[in-house]
């Protein structure tokens, strides 16, 4: 027995279309970090790394991005400040950060730390904590 059944994607697509047009805007703050100073090894990769992904979600995501290459702390402190006025309640939002980070014993328990391009081994507070990602 034969049976013919026409099955349509057309409502589930359209409804996963709608999920998306929840968001208002697709931001990404994208950074690499392959130079760093004060005695802390290089890396070869996270730069292209970013690159490359700052160019796919620009080109076939539609995010609007901003990427920091090889930043300091101040930079990458100025880009996280900024956040507060770039992003809406509304927004999709994406931070992507490939470098060194380094976990340290905190009161609670072990602190992440983003270790920027100028961070001095010897001095913590030359790393940014992850607590001001939240």
């Given amino acids: 027995m034969t ?3 026409h099955i349509s994607l057309e409502p589930e697509a359209e409804h996963a279309t709608n999920k998306f047009r929840q968001f208002e805007h697709n931001r990404a703050l994208v950074i ?3 130079d760093y100073k004060n005695g ?3 890396l070869k990769t996270p730069v292209n790394d970013a690159e490359h992904l700052a160019d796919l979600l620009t080109d076939l995501h539609n995010y609007s991005v901003d990427t ?3 930043p300091t702390y101040a930079a990458l402190d100025t880009a996280l400040a ?8 509304n927004d999709r939002f994406l931070i992507y950060f490939a470098g060194h980070g380094i976990a ?3 009161e609670d328990g072990p602190e992440g ?7 001095n081994l010897a001095d913590r507070g030359s790393f940014m904590p992850m ?3 939240h």
């Fill in 113 to 119: 730390y983003l270790v920027p391009a100028d961070a």
């Fill in 104 to 106: 340290l014993d905190g």
């Fill in 82 to 89: 900024k956040l507060s006025t770039q992003v809406g309640e």
């Fill in 40 to 42: 802390i090894p290089p």
């Fill in 131 to 133: 607590r001001v990602l």
């Fill in 68 to 70: 920091l290459l090889d």
């Fill in 3 to 5: 049976s013919n059944r």
């Fill in 32 to 34: 690499g970090i392959n």
